[in-house]
């Protein structure tokens, strides 16, 4: 995760927020969200300074708990190398919820059909194959387990993790993984470790529930109304701002860009920026 260069300052004193999250331990809980420490501290009466702008996507390590669900959900994975995994899995293990079904996009169609080839080699079925994707299950009948997944291998779009993220329509699918293989050592039992790319946004939409429209995707607006509603069920809510893009998207109406900037609130929206009937993420986690 790259250092916060936002500052905040009070009484003619200046504070850095990073030293703030190490101090607090806040940024264990929030996971250094910049949107959730600037609230947070003007809750403490600090005046936000900023000094930088934040990157595009944030990048982390991936840490083992993640890389453990993934494989639990596709043991394939401990085999594949260049690959990534994006999208609605890792919204779940972000939002502690079971993974329905793992993502693979790739840089190029090679990479997909390698993909394919490993998931054959391990007895994975496919059932369906569409312009979009090719979907695989696993095998009832070896000691997987009840916790592997569906598998869907993206083989319409390749690209950077960059230019994979900006096909998501809402910003809560907005983080990518790219599995690196690795040796397994004493200290190491993991076969795999990886990269983490994410939206601005993700951690903190996902924490609190709110359901944001990029404007892009990779199938037509319709579908992201059908998957708003799938959304909703889960407990996210689509912002006031969010629901005019998404029927403007529909109608065909123009979209000016600067209506919904995917880094602060959303203008026209602040009285729908958390969903009341979601609690946040970190409280969650604490009494599970």
Known sequence: MPTTTTSATTTGVTVRLGDILTTTGIGNFLGNELNSVLRIAEDFGLTIAPVAAQ????????????????????????????????????????????????????QNLADAEYVRAVLFDCNYAMVCRTENAWTFTPPS??????????????SRVHGTPAQILDLFDFTICQCLLMIRQR??????????DGKLWKSRRFDDDVAWGRLV????????PTESVIRAFKYERYGYRLTGESMRRLLASVTGDPIEEEDAPLSGPVPGDEEHTDNPGRQPLFLRSLEA
């Open 55 to 106: 990157p595009t996507y944030l990048e982390a390590q991936a840490n083992s708990a993640v890389i453990f669900d993934l494989l639990n959900a596709c043991p394939p994975l401990s085999l594949m190398h260049n690959v990534y995994v994006a999208g609605g899995a890792l919204r779940s293990i972000t939002a502690r919820e079971d993974i329905r079904d793992v993502d693979i996009f790739t």
């Open 141 to 154: 009948e070896t000691g997987y387990g009840h916790q592997a997944k569906p598998v869907q291998v993206i």
């Open 183 to 192: 040796e397994t050592t004493a200290e190491n039992a993991l076969p795999i």
């Open 213 to 220: 429209y990029t404007g892009k995707s990779l199938t037509p």
